[in-house]
């Protein structure tokens, strides 16, 4: 895909509202709640791009995730939560091969595992954490099957008809009598000119 669809454009932008306003609602005007309302508010307009550059956009929200970790306190803020859960799924989803979307997950799950790990230490949570990353993954990785098992099937008709085409072809340049005559290349039975 070249070209950015509107349905992520609407998505990027439902969401990016829905950051800002949690901003607006949990930092205070410091350099660092600046710094992290950029970041989370760059996630959010980066969903537009989730189709079309899924490990760019995954890398960048890998770090708005964890970044902000290092030099403020943590906070919760709903709208990053779904833009990390579809940004996890494009992820696994939309990337060109198999090698790619496990790198994109890869960093993913290192970025939720250190959050998990900051905000809420202890196994439990971790592990809660990955199951929710897991679930992204998985329909991703669905819809990626289904995608390319789709892909497949409309190539396998495309060569059917080729080949029905082809036969068609070499039927009606060879069978040019109903009856058998003595020349090969120009008989054919009445069942195999039928189809003539």
């Known amino acids: 895909m070249t070209r950015i669809r509107w349905p992520d454009v609407a998505l990027a932008g439902v969401v990016t509202a829905g950051i800002a306003w949690e901003i607006t609602l949990v930092f205070t005007l410091t350099p660092r709640h600046v710094l992290s309302a950029l970041l989370l508010t760059a996630t959010g307009v980066a969903l537009a791009w989730r189709r079309i550059a ?21 906070v919760e803020i709903f709208s990053f939560t779904v833009a990390f859960f579809v940004i996890s799924y494009s992820a696994m989803a939309y990337t060109p091969d198999l090698r790619t979307a496990l790198t994109a997950g890869s960093v993913l799950l290192l970025a939720a595992s250190v959050n998990s790990w900051i905000v809420w230490p202890g196994l439990v949570n971790l592990f809660i954490g990955w199951i929710q990353v897991g679930a992204a993954f998985g329909l991703g990785t669905v819809m990626r099957r289904v995608r390319h098992t789709a892909t497949v099937n409309h190539r396998r008709a495309e060569l059917a008809e080729a080949a029905v085409a082809a036969e068609r072809a070499r039927i009606a340049g060879t069978c040019t009598t109903w009856w058998p005559t003595r020349s090969a290349s120009s008989c054919c039975t009445p069942a195999v000119a039928a189809g003539c």
Do not use: K
């Open 54 to 74: 899924p490990l760019p956009v995954a890398l960048l929200t890998a770090v708005a995730f964890v970044a902000p970790l290092s030099y403020s306190p943590a």
